[in-house]
Antibody, heavy 117, light 109 residues
Framework: QVQLQESGPGLVKPSETLSLTCTVS????????WSWIRQPPGKGLEYIGY???????NYNPSLKSRVTISVDTSNNQFSLKLSSVTAADTAVYYC???????????WGQGTLVTVSS | QSALTQPRSVSGSPGQSVTISCTGT?????????VSWYQHHPVKAPRLMIY???QRPSGVPDRFSGSKSGNTASLTISGLQAEDEADYYC?????????FGGGTRLTVL
């Protein structure tokens, strides 16, 4: 079955860049669009952006200036980079399949990233 | 951009029905038939329950149904069960991106 697993540092300093990778198994990464979604502590879900294996991307306008999502088809992975982070970027970050229609079928378990010095 | 508006909490007894509303604008919920709903138990990944307003993915019980009228979408859960207690989020296409609701905590009494 389709499985997703997030990986990356759990602690990032303010003003630095948050970097996460999502490893996809059970399906080729060329089969779906892939997204990042986050949930700050005590708050709701927030869409970050999506990518297709061809390189097509879409980002949340509120984060667009700081976000880059990329794909590595050879390793069946896609990645998130969020620059100039602040405490407001502290959240559980999820990777998932899906795109603008909001049909996010498969999800990783999520990884907590804390922004603190 | 603003999150879609959901009630903070709803509750119901086992066997009853509850409806969770999700209010947006003509630029999101009202403008497209791309509304989805997610069930989120703490420390677990969200689960897709409804997509494209009223479609159920394979494996989702038919006790869960979705609808839309104007700028408001609704998720109805009939025959409430204890395992339905969770947070529920709506989600909609908004023209150039995707927006979520603030979430609703469902308590099964």
């Amino acid at each position: 079955q389709v499985q997703l697993q997030e990986s990356g540092p759990g602690l990032v300093k303010p003003s630095e860049t948050l970097s996460l990778t999502c490893t996809v198994s059970g399906v080729s990464i060329t089969s779906y669009y892939w997204s990042w979604i986050r949930q700050p502590p005590g708050k709701g879900l927030e869409y970050i952006g999506y990518i297709f294996y061809s390189g097509i991307t879409n980002y949340n306008p509120s984060l667009k200036s700081r976000v880059t999502i990329s794909v590595d088809t050879s390793n069946n992975q896609f990645s998130l980079k969020l620059s100039s982070v602040t405490a407001a970027d502290t959240a559980v970050y999820y990777c998932s399949s899906g795109y603008y229609t909001g049909k996010f079928d498969f999800w990783g378990q999520g990884t907590l990233v804390t922004v603190s010095s | 951009q603003s999150a879609l508006t959901q009630p903070r909490s709803v509750s119901g007894s086992p066997g009853q029905s509850v409806t969770i509303s999700c209010t947006g604008t003509s630029s999101d919920v009202g403008g497209y038939n791309f509304v989805s709903w997610y069930q989120h138990h703490p420390v677990k990944a969200p689960r897709l329950m409804i997509y494209d307003v009223s479609q159920r993915p394979s494996g989702v019980p038919d006790r869960f149904s979705g609808s839309k009228s104007g700028n408001t979408a609704s998720l109805t859960i009939s025959g409430l069960q204890a395992e339905d207690e969770a947070d529920y989020y709506c989600c909609s296409y908004a023209g150039s991106y995707t927006v979520f609701g603030g979430g609703t905590r469902l308590t099964v009494l």
